[in-house]
């Protein structure tokens, strides 16, 4: 089946620092991928999707520029967090969409701690 | 604005006892359904899913769901449950584009 992966599962960072997020689709191509935000006990907020090629398309309330996303290929996306802050602190989750079936696969999730 | 309800924030129920999660949508137009399941410490994984067609679909490990459209409903159910059920179940839907709307999600506990 299609496999999604992310890297790192884990990341610590100091306030003020910026922190990339990898999501990759390891077997398949993803003209379009999402970014997801969890919050403890609650569910999965759309942040932003990314497709390949061309300028990511955010929800309501999510700040662009303080997360950036670049898709530049058609396997890998990424998430930068500028100048975290401990409320960012949360679990990041990615999801990439299989274009013949349009089924989206996720990745295993980074959770970040601002520190 | 389209959003996803789920009735239960937790569920807690022994092996072999039946399972019914309540999940509702709210959204005019036609839309693709979904749930999906997060084992601990597992990434989310795709139970089963309704585009169109026969209303009761049935999914992986014994897992089903009904698609009401009069109620805007889409419950899962699975006849038995095994303590391998543990995990979060989330009910999702999708409308125009490719964008999912999740429901708050689900914990069931089941005991051995």
């Known amino acids: 089946g299609a496999v999604v992966s992310q890297h790192p599962s884990r990341v610590i960072c100091k306030s003020g620092t910026s922190v990339k997020i990898e999501c990759r689709s390891l077997?398949?191509?993803?003209?379009?991928m999402f970014w997801y935000r969890q919050f403890p006990k609650q569910s999965l907020m759309l942040m932003a999707t990314s497709n390949e090629g061309s300028k990511a398309t955010y929800e309501q309330g999510v700040e662009k520029d303080k997360f950036l996303i670049n898709h530049a290929s058609l396997t890998l996306s990424t998430l930068t967090v500028t100048s975290a802050h401990p409320e960012d602190s949360s679990f990041y989750i990615c999801?990439?969409?299989?274009?013949?079936?349009?089924?989206?696969?996720f990745g295993p999730g980074t959770r970040l701690t601002v520190t | 604005a389209q959003s996803v309800s789920q009735h239960n924030h937790h569920v807690i129920l022994s092996e072999a006892a039946s399972l019914e999660l309540g999940c509702n949508y709210s959204?005019?137009?036609?839309?693709?359904l979904f749930w999906y399941v997060q084992y601990p410490g597992q990434h989310l994984q795709l139970l089963l899913k309704?585009?169109?067609?026969?209303?009761l679909v049935k999914g992986i490990k014994g897992f089903e769901a009904e698609f009401i459209k009069s109620k805007f409903s889409f419950n899962l159910r699975k006849p038995s449950v095994q303590w391998s059920d543990t995990a979060e179940y989330f009910c999702a839907f999708k409308a125009a584009g490719n964008k999912l709307t999740f429901g708050g999600g689900t914990r069931v506990l089941v005991k051995p």
């Open positions: 999801s990439a969409t299989l274009t013949a079936t349009l089924e989206q696969y």
């Open positions: 309704y585009f169109s067609g026969d209303p």
């Open positions: 077997d398949f191509q993803a003209t379009t």
């Open positions: 959204y005019g137009g036609t839309v693709n």
